[in-house]
């Protein structure tokens, strides 16, 4: 657990400087909130209008999700490692019912056995390094049949060896002949580092850690982008990409998104 450790203190640190950016960076990009979007609409599709009383969102950050995850849980609680990111959400959902905060470790999650009956990671067990423990722990305290969903995280299959590189590359050109092209400098270089994930190693992982894989599969993120046309076919962009080129070539796009249960 040492490399966990470390870690930990390394995120603390940077999230408790960087809170009140935090938004600015990483919420409020009109790109990031397409993103943001559809990977709810794609849970919800998912769960199929399954009863959910409580869920957890596991790395909650400011909250980005876990007020929207209000639309299928009855309660959401937000657990973060940073106190100085979870002052940010408390203050911002304050008048929001049924939206809790908890400072805590994703390797020592502070609730009792079979509590939860979902628990969302939404593009953060990137930051965790602790994958094993990690889904031990939430296996704990998911009820029997609880639903765990991964949301968004690194593919290390990612490279230029694979269709999907290329796809990014040419959003890129696209975007760039048309003029629209402008980065939002924001986003560059602001966090520290991450994992990126195998995905038959993280299969694995779950799969000893008790779960049951319903659906594992590859997106890929598109340039962050402001531009009113490229947003207006960001969404269509990525529904075409989980019908088609998700099943061409598994696996292989920059993101990945899990679906599983527990046994």
């Known amino acids: 657990m040492t490399d966990y450790k470390e870690n930990l203190e390394i995120q603390q640190n940077y999230y408790n400087n960087t809170a009140e950016q935090y938004d600015n960076w990483h919420v409020n990009i009109p790109s ?10 794609n849970l919800k599709s998912y769960l199929d209008h399954k009863s959910i009383k409580n869920c957890l969102d596991l790395g909650c950050g400011t909250g980005r999700l876990s007020k929207d995850l209000l ?7 937000g657990l973060d490692a940073s106190e100085e990111i ?8 304050s008048q929001t019912p049924n939206l809790k905060w908890f400072l805590g470790e994703v390797t020592n999650i502070p609730f009792s056995n079979d509590f939860f009956d979902l628990v969302v990671v939404n593009g953060a067990l990137h930051h965790f390094f602790a994958l094993p423990q990690v889904c031990k722990e939430i296996n704990r305290v998911l009820k029997p049949g609880g639903v765990f969903a991964i949301l968004g995280e690194p593919n290390k299959n990612y490279n230029k060896y694979n269709f999907f ?5 040419a959003y890129r050109i696209w975007v760039k ?14 966090e520290p580092d991450a994992e990126n994930f195998d995905p038959k190693i993280l299969k694995k992982t779950l799969v000893e850690n008790k779960f049951m894989i319903d659906e594992l599969y590859s997106y890929d993120y598109g340039p962050r982008l402001n531009n009113k046309i490229w947003l207006k076919n960001y969404n269509r962009i990525l529904v075409w990409e989980h019908k088609i080129l998700a099943k061409l070539f598994p696996l292989q796009g920059s993101a990945l998104q899990i679906f599983c249960r527990k046994k």
């Open 86 to 93: 979870l002052k940010v959400a408390s203050k911002k959902y």
């Open 177 to 190: 002949i048309i003029g629209i092209f402008k980065r939002n400098k924001l986003s560059e270089d602001i």
């Open 71 to 77: 639309t299928i849980s009855s309660e959401v609680y």
């Open 165 to 169: 590189w290329y796809t990014f590359i």
């Open 32 to 41: 990031a909130l397409v993103v943001n979007n559809w990977n709810l609409k």
